[in-house]
């Protein structure tokens, strides 16, 4: 099993910036994937970005493009989030998640997600 914790959530003043890590541990598996979804009150989980774990391709959605950054630390099996010139609509609850199989990634699907954290965006 992997395990996946966050850190780095807040309250920040729109304008500000703030880093999120994730950081992956327990049995021995490789990732293939990994990337950043959100959730705000009322609506749908989106995937805000993703990075490819060997080539280090990343995705953005569009609306965080320019703005946000995701990068990887292969030796801490880490990933983290960049978010800069952050929007009171950026507020929502920050989850990272793991492709750990082939299959998984050609379904767009992740195997395991960290536990979530909180990022208020005040206007």
């Known amino acids: 099993q992997v395990q996946l914790v966050e850190s780095g959530g807040g309250l920040v003043q729109a304008g500000g910036s703030l880093r999120l890590s994730c950081a992956a541990s327990?049995?021995?598996?490789?990732?293939?994937?990994m990337g950043w979804f959100r959730q705000a009150p009322g609506k749908e989980r989106e995937l805000i970005a993703a990075?490819?774990?060997?080539?280090?391709?990343?995705h953005y959605a569009d609306s965080v493009k320019g703005r946000f950054t995701i990068s990887r630390d292969s030796a801490k099996n880490t990933v983290y989030l960049q978010m800069n010139s952050l929007k009171p609509e950026d507020t929502a609850v920050y989850y990272c998640?793991?492709?750990?199989?082939?299959?998984?990634?050609?379904?767009?699907?992740?195997?395991?997600w960290g536990q979530g954290t909180q990022v208020t965006v005040s206007s």
């Open positions: 327990g049995r021995t598996f490789t990732t293939y994937v």
């Open positions: 990075i490819n774990w060997s080539t280090s391709r990343m």
């Open positions: 998640a793991a492709s750990t199989t082939i299959r998984s990634v050609i379904n767009n699907e992740y195997d395991y």
